[in-house]
């Protein structure tokens, strides 16, 4: 049994005391102080795990006014606050140990676009390409780019002044602002923008706390421009917080505050809106992926490349390129990218092809001329090739995560810059160093602006190994400085604000913490980042802040490895991915909540492990007596906190759809974790009576089938299924298939499936043989669907043979019941193994489960015996393909694709495509999120809101779109039944399709 787990960090008080006096007040967000939700919050992408005392999610500009007049308040003026976007951030910068301010949840509408004037107005919440997806129909963008674009905020992209692929022509974030609404800590509401020195001068003599701003601010600057035209570096990768050098433009004339506003880092004020310049997309574009056979050919040959003025010149090291081969995206990019060495990409765009064609044969021609070291180019043919070469590109970080061993490349020097004429010497020397240490490490990056990404391969759960971040720091500052570069070129100073005083100098030093000063002069906005105010006793923050290998380590090194994805975890956020037809994690999709997301259930997850360990308990896997659990369970009821509690509230919410198995770059598997949570969780807690139902629902439903009339009435009736969603808390139970399958295939003549007779088929005959596997779903619940199964592959000349029916235990699992389902895997794999002797091929019809046999089998039999090969249909039919006849259809049909299907086996949709175009016949595939029904989790009522918004999100809103139904093919169980459920009809399976043509 599990023990009862109290976290060790309680709320302060005052903290607790704000919180719910925040409550009371006109605060139209939400106000979170459980552990839960401050463990998510207190990691990013970094090495750090810094926990706050709360967080709160504004809904609006007035939400925060409200925040900040009640925190000036006397008993809470030593509450400080910490804004936090997307949590991309790669080194801390919005970790704090007060009050996390996320506008990520609620912030993130569009509010107005001016395409006359050429700019958009958007609240800081906004995802990048939430915006550019909004835009892009109109021929603009927001031209700054990042890497993880799919989930960093404009917010976070504001306040680390980001800049990334394109930057040598786009610049940085704070070029494209036009303005900045933003409040200061003590609840003072302003607007920047560019102004004259006259609108300057009107504003400083108007007073208050802004004027007043302005005021010193201007002073300031006059004061010390010599100083800062000194000291600044003329590097286009420069400032990341208080861009002193550019608040004056050049000729002295005009004034912009958002400048220091931008990479500012939340210190100085919390922006809630920003009004954005937009930037025509270009007309044309081309990508040349060039092969080199090592990485400083590649450095080199981009220096060469700078003088074709190209828009972007990438590098990606061997590295990251043989990560790539286990990841998704390996297959779009594999015939671009070759099998050895690495690559650069190099973009180039105009405003027609006859602006850049010239560049590119000029390059193409030089490498025809044999240069050294290049093994070879390819130039993309389409924008969806140039569009999967950048998004191996974008995956670059989150892939080195997936590193096999217990050392992950991490980021602390990742994103030095120095001159581009220098970067060849200065990585040069950067590797002699990390030789030193005998470290391996993987790089990519912006060669083009001399910005590169490196990161180390470290465990930091070796105290031996934390230690190198510092020793390592230390001497690449040294190292960039020697090169007139500096040590943050792209994501912040956070952590690394220690170093400030290094490049800056005293005396620039202290003009930083002047304008700290200015601003907030009680240093409450993310203290501690970039510099201190004057006069402050509080210190800058330390690289050496508490880690999450700090608390990793005092885990079990055993569990680590059976928990290895949770661990491995990196937090590059890809399951914050914006996108509603992606199809990561549709239950942080659709609630933004982090605690439901695999990043946060992972978090959940590592603490519970660490708590379980520094209990001291031995921990036995076998359930109490039902008397203590049922005593444990009435103390829950009453309101008894238990950690455990929580992590179950996460895992509860996880629909086990497993996208995040293969979507995930670390492949962190949350449907593998929650089983074993739920099943050790229950040692101490008792089982709702539906979880036991849910379990054996593949024996329940071959007993309905028995007699399925009298199980439709007994299911089916209102008042049955009133009581099955007031005590068993299942809505819409599935209708039992009347005639059943055991009457369809006796109408078929269909024998009863012999071993013994199947042994002595002769091999001619086996050859033209099927074994062809039930599932409780489609043989109990869509029986008509086995039936057009069996006679197309009849049709198609193979005798098909269906053995009964066996459950596959996949409730089981989903549902924690660990021991009953090894017991079923063991005894199915006993039966498979003889079905396998047969040398007939093996068939399943749905996904789900031919899947469950593929990968939940070998893992809980610990891979021993070695599985018979189960295939999915069109598997079957690619193999086979010459027996597919040619048909004819007035209309495309458009495939939409089971979520688990479509990750675990990415040809899948492929190959119906291709079974379809073999036959004459057009199929599309639809990109699309999760149904929402998954299985189990759409039949339990708490989840039934959820199930229809996830629905609605991506199928509904796509299914609308198509006038006739019977253009839909649907390949999983559940998928169907959410389309009966939410869209009133059933559409076809591809087979169904194709069976109806023949």
């Given at each position: 049994?599990?023990?009862?787990?109290?976290?060790?960090?309680?709320?302060?008080?005052?903290?607790?005391?704000?919180?719910?006096?925040?409550?009371?007040?006109?605060?139209?967000?939400?106000?979170?102080?459980?552990?839960?939700?401050?463990?998510?919050?207190?990691?990013?992408?970094?090495?750090?795990?810094?926990?706050?005392?709360?967080?709160?999610?504004?809904?609006?500009?007035?939400?925060?006014?409200?925040?900040?007049?009640?925190?000036?308040?006397?008993?809470?003026?030593?509450?400080?606050?910490?804004?936090?976007?997307?949590?991309?951030?790669?080194?801390?910068?919005?970790?704090?140990?007060?009050?996390?301010?996320?506008?990520?949840?609620?912030?993130?509408?569009?509010?107005?676009?001016?395409?006359?004037?050429?700019?958009?107005?958007?609240?800081?919440?906004?995802?990048?390409?939430?915006?550019?997806?909004?835009?892009?129909?109109?021929?603009?963008?927001?031209?700054?780019?990042?890497?993880?674009?799919?989930?960093?905020?404009?917010?976070?992209?504001?306040?680390?002044?980001?800049?990334?692929?394109?930057?040598?022509?786009?610049?940085?974030?704070?070029?494209?602002?036009?303005?900045?609404?933003?409040?200061?800590?003590?609840?003072?509401?302003?607007?920047?923008?560019?102004?004259?020195?006259?609108?300057?001068?009107?504003?400083?003599?108007?007073?208050?706390?802004?004027?007043?701003?302005?005021?010193?601010?201007?002073?300031?600057?006059?004061?010390?421009?010599?100083?800062?035209?000194?000291?600044?570096?003329?590097?286009?990768?420069?400032?990341?917080?208080?861009?002193?050098?550019?608040?004056?433009?050049?000729?002295?004339?005009?004034?912009?505050?958002?400048?220091?506003?931008?990479?500012?880092?939340?210190?100085?004020?919390?922006?809630?809106?920003?009004?954005?310049?937009?930037?025509?997309?270009?007309?044309?574009?081309?990508?040349?992926?060039?092969?080199?056979?090592?990485?400083?050919?590649?450095?080199?040959?981009?220096?060469?490349?700078?003088?074709?003025?190209?828009?972007?010149?990438?590098?990606?090291?061997?590295?990251?390129?043989?990560?790539?081969?286990?990841?998704?995206?390996?297959?779009?990019?594999?015939?671009?990218?070759?099998?050895?060495?690495?690559?650069?990409?190099?973009?180039?765009?105009?405003?027609?092809?006859?602006?850049?064609?010239?560049?590119?044969?000029?390059?193409?021609?030089?490498?025809?001329?044999?240069?050294?070291?290049?093994?070879?180019?390819?130039?993309?043919?389409?924008?969806?090739?140039?569009?999967?070469?950048?998004?191996?590109?974008?995956?670059?970080?989150?892939?080195?995560?997936?590193?096999?061993?217990?050392?992950?490349?991490?980021?602390?020097?990742?994103?030095?810059?120095?001159?581009?004429?220098?970067?060849?010497?200065?990585?040069?020397?950067?590797?002699?160093?990390?030789?030193?240490?005998?470290?391996?490490?993987?790089?990519?990056?912006?060669?083009?602006?001399?910005?590169?990404?490196?990161?180390p391969a470290l465990d930091l759960k070796i105290p031996a190994d934390a230690e190198l971040v510092r020793k390592l720091s230390d001497r690449v500052?040294?190292?960039?400085?020697?090169?007139?570069?500096?040590?943050?070129?792209?994501?912040?100073?956070?952590?690394?604000?220690?170093?400030?005083?290094?490049?800056?100098?005293?005396?620039?030093?202290?003009?930083?913490?002047?304008?700290?000063?200015?601003?907030?002069?009680?240093?409450?906005?993310?203290?501690?980042?970039?510099?201190?105010?004057?006069?402050?006793?509080?210190?800058?923050?330390?690289?050496?802040?508490?880690?999450?290998?700090?608390?990793?380590?005092?885990?079990?090194?055993?569990?680590?490895?059976?928990?290895?994805?949770?661990?491995?975890?990196?937090?590059?956020?890809?399951?914050?991915?914006?996108?509603?037809?992606?199809?990561?994690?549709?239950?942080?999709?659709?609630?933004?909540?982090?605690?439901?997301?695999?990043?946060?259930?992972?978090?959940?997850?590592?603490?519970?492990?660490?708590?379980?360990?520094?209990?001291?308990?031995?921990?036995?896997?076998?359930?109490?007596?039902?008397?203590?659990?049922?005593w444990n369970t009435l103390k829950q009821w009453r309101g008894d906190y238990d950690y455990s509690q929580e992590v179950y509230g996460?895992?509860?919410?996880?629909?086990?759809?497993?996208?995040?198995?293969?979507?995930?770059?670390?492949?962190?598997?949350?449907?593998?974790?929650?089983?074993?949570?739920?099943?050790?969780?229950?040692?101490?807690?008792?089982?709702?009576?539906?979880?036991?139902?849910?379990?054996?629902?593949?024996?329940?439903?071959?007993?309905?089938?028995?007699?399925?009339?009298?199980?439709?009435?007994?299911?089916?009736?209102?008042?049955?299924?009133?009581?099955?969603?007031?005590?068993?808390?299942?809505?819409?139970?599935?209708?039992?298939?009347?005639?059943?399958?055991?009457?369809?295939?006796?109408?078929?003549?269909?024998?009863?499936?012999?071993?013994?007779?199947?042994?002595?088929?002769?091999?001619?005959?086996?050859?033209?043989?099927?074994?062809?596997?039930?599932?409780?779903?489609?043989?109990?619940?869509?029986?008509?669907?086995?039936?057009?199964?069996?006679?197309?592959?009849?049709?198609?000349?193979?005798?098909?043979?269906?053995?009964?029916?066996?459950?596959?235990?996949?409730?089981?699992?989903?549902?924690?019941?660990?021991?009953?389902?090894?017991?079923?895997?063991?005894?199915?794999?006993?039966?498979?193994?003889?079905?396998?002797?047969?040398?007939?091929?093996?068939?399943?019809?749905?996904?789900?489960?031919?899947?469950?046999?593929?990968?939940?089998?070998?893992?809980?039999?610990?891979?021993?015996?070695?599985?018979?090969?189960?295939?999915?249909?069109?598997?079957?039919?690619?193999?086979?393909?010459?027996?597919?006849?040619?048909?004819?259809?007035?209309?495309?049909?458009?495939?939409?694709?089971?979520?688990?299907?479509?990750?675990?086996?990415?040809?899948?949709?492929?190959?119906?495509?291709?079974?379809?175009?073999?036959?004459?016949?057009?199929?599309?595939?639809?990109?699309?999120?999760?149904?929402?029904?998954?299985?189990?989790?759409?039949?339990?009522?708490?989840?039934?809101?959820?199930?229809?918004?996830?629905?609605?999100?991506?199928?509904?809103?796509?299914?609308?779109?198509?006038?006739?139904?019977?253009?839909?093919?649907?390949?999983?169980?559940?998928?169907?039944?959410?389309?009966?459920?939410?869209?009133?009809?059933?559409?076809?399976?591809?087979?169904?399709?194709?069976?109806?043509?023949?």
């Amino acid at each position: 049994m599990i023990p009862n787990l109290q976290p060790e960090n309680t709320i302060n008080p005052d903290y607790w005391g704000f919180l719910n006096q925040l409550e009371k007040t006109d605060f139209s967000g939400e106000v979170k102080g459980d552990f839960a939700t401050r463990l998510v919050t207190a990691t990013d992408n970094s090495i750090y795990q810094i926990l706050p005392q709360g967080v709160v999610y504004p809904r609006n500009h007035h939400d925060l006014v409200i925040l900040f007049k009640l925190a000036s308040q006397t008993p809470y003026q030593n509450i400080t606050f910490s804004p936090r976007g997307g949590g991309t951030g790669t080194n801390g910068q919005s970790l704090s140990r007060g009050i996390i301010i996320d506008c990520s949840k609620f912030m993130n509408n569009i509010l107005e676009l001016n395409l006359e004037e050429g700019w958009v107005r958007v609240q800081p919440g906004v995802v990048l390409d939430q915006l550019n997806s909004c835009l892009q129909p109109h021929g603009v963008f927001f031209a700054p780019s990042v890497a993880p674009s799919n989930r960093a905020t404009i917010g976070g992209m504001i306040n680390t002044d980001a800049c990334g692929k394109g930057s040598r022509i786009y610049g940085r974030t704070s070029q494209h602002i036009l303005e900045l609404t933003w409040v200061l800590p003590d609840g003072t509401e302003s607007l920047s923008f560019p102004m004259d020195t006259i609108a300057l001068n009107r504003l400083k003599k108007q007073g208050g706390r802004v004027g007043n701003i302005y005021n010193c601010l201007d002073n300031l600057l006059t004061d010390n421009q010599d100083k800062i035209n000194q000291v600044f570096p003329q590097l286009t990768r420069f400032m990341t917080g208080y861009n002193l050098a550019k608040v004056y433009s050049e000729d002295k004339q005009t004034f912009n505050l958002n400048y220091l506003l931008a990479g500012a880092e939340g210190t100085l004020g919390i922006i809630t809106e920003a009004k954005l310049k937009l930037t025509p997309i270009p007309q044309a574009k081309k990508l040349l992926v060039i092969h080199y056979e090592s990485f400083n050919y590649a450095l080199e040959g981009a220096m060469d490349l700078l003088a074709s003025e190209p828009g972007a010149i990438e590098t990606i090291d061997e590295t990251i390129l043989n990560l790539a081969k286990q990841d998704e995206i390996y297959d779009a990019v594999k015939d671009f990218i070759p099998s050895s060495g690495t690559i650069n990409l190099v973009e180039f765009v105009g405003e027609s092809e006859a602006d850049i064609q010239p560049k590119i044969d000029s390059i193409i021609a030089k490498l025809k001329g044999g240069n050294q070291g290049i093994s070879g180019y390819y130039l993309a043919r389409d924008n969806q090739e140039i569009i999967n070469l950048w998004k191996l590109r974008s995956k670059g970080a989150g892939l080195l995560g997936n590193q096999r061993g217990n050392r992950k490349p991490i980021p602390f020097i990742e994103d030095t810059v120095v001159p581009p004429v220098h970067l060849a010497k200065y990585i040069g020397e950067l590797r002699g160093l990390l030789a030193e240490y005998h470290l391996i490490y993987g790089m990519y990056g912006h060669v083009d602006v001399g910005c590169l990404h490196l990161r180390p391969a470290l465990d930091l759960k070796i105290p031996a190994d934390a230690e190198l971040v510092r020793k390592l720091s230390d001497r690449v500052v040294a190292l960039v400085r020697k090169y007139g570069g500096v040590f943050w070129g792209e994501h912040g100073k956070g952590f690394r604000s220690e170093y400030t005083r290094e490049f800056l100098g005293d005396e620039l030093y202290q003009v930083f913490r002047e304008v700290k000063t200015i601003f907030d002069p009680q240093n409450r906005l993310n203290p501690g980042k970039i510099v201190t105010p004057i006069d402050s006793l509080d210190t800058v923050v330390k690289l050496d802040s508490p880690m999450r290998g700090e608390f990793d380590r005092q885990v079990n090194p055993s569990k680590i490895s059976e928990y290895e994805g949770a661990f491995n975890c990196n937090g590059n956020g890809a399951c914050f991915n914006f996108d509603p037809d992606d199809v990561m994690c549709p239950s942080y999709r659709v609630t933004r909540d982090r605690i439901h997301s695999p990043k946060g259930r992972s978090s959940l997850l590592r603490e519970w492990l660490r708590l379980l360990e520094n209990h001291g308990d031995e921990i036995t896997e076998t359930p109490t007596t039902l008397i203590m659990r049922l005593w444990n369970t009435l103390k829950q009821w009453r309101g008894d906190y238990d950690y455990s509690q929580e992590v179950y509230g996460a895992m509860n919410g996880c629909l086990s759809c497993k996208a995040c198995a293969s979507q995930c770059p670390i492949h962190v598997n949350i449907p593998d974790i929650k089983s074993k949570f739920l099943y050790l969780y229950h040692t101490r807690y008792l089982r709702p009576f539906r979880d036991y139902l849910i379990a054996h629902i593949e024996t329940l439903s071959k007993w309905q089938s028995v007699h399925p009339i009298i199980a439709h009435i007994l299911s089916q009736n209102p008042l049955s299924k009133a009581a099955t969603k007031t005590l068993l808390n299942i809505v819409d139970p599935p209708v039992v298939s009347h005639p059943t399958l055991k009457e369809g295939l006796r109408t078929r003549h269909h024998p009863k499936f012999n071993l013994d007779r199947l042994q002595n088929l002769s091999g001619s005959e086996k050859e033209c043989s099927v074994i062809l596997l039930q599932d409780a779903f489609t043989s109990f619940y869509e029986s008509s669907l086995v039936l057009a199964i069996y006679d197309f592959l009849h049709k198609l000349g193979y005798n098909v043979y269906i053995p009964d029916f066996f459950p596959s235990g996949k409730p089981t699992h989903v549902k924690g019941f660990l021991r009953e389902f090894k017991a079923i895997a063991s005894q199915n794999c006993e039966w498979l193994q003889q079905l396998k002797s047969l040398e007939i091929p093996l068939i399943g019809i749905e996904p789900s489960i031919v899947l469950t046999y593929r990968d939940e089998y070998p893992k809980i039999l610990n891979f021993s015996p070695a599985l018979p090969t189960i295939d999915l249909l069109q598997e079957f039919l690619s193999q086979n393909s010459d027996r597919l006849p040619k048909l004819s259809a007035s209309q495309p049909y458009f495939l939409f694709g089971h979520c688990q299907e479509k990750t675990a086996v990415l040809t899948s949709q492929k190959q119906w495509q291709q079974l379809f175009t073999t036959m004459g016949l057009e199929l599309n595939i639809v990109n699309t999120s999760c149904c929402g029904m998954a299985g189990i989790y759409g039949h339990e009522a708490e989840h039934y809101q959820q199930s229809q918004d996830i629905y609605n999100s991506s199928w509904g809103r796509i299914i609308s779109t198509i006038d006739n139904p019977n253009q839909i093919l649907v390949t999983g169980y559940s998928c169907r039944s959410q389309i009966h459920r939410f869209s009133h009809f059933t559409p076809n399976h591809p087979i169904q399709a194709l069976l109806k043509l023949l």
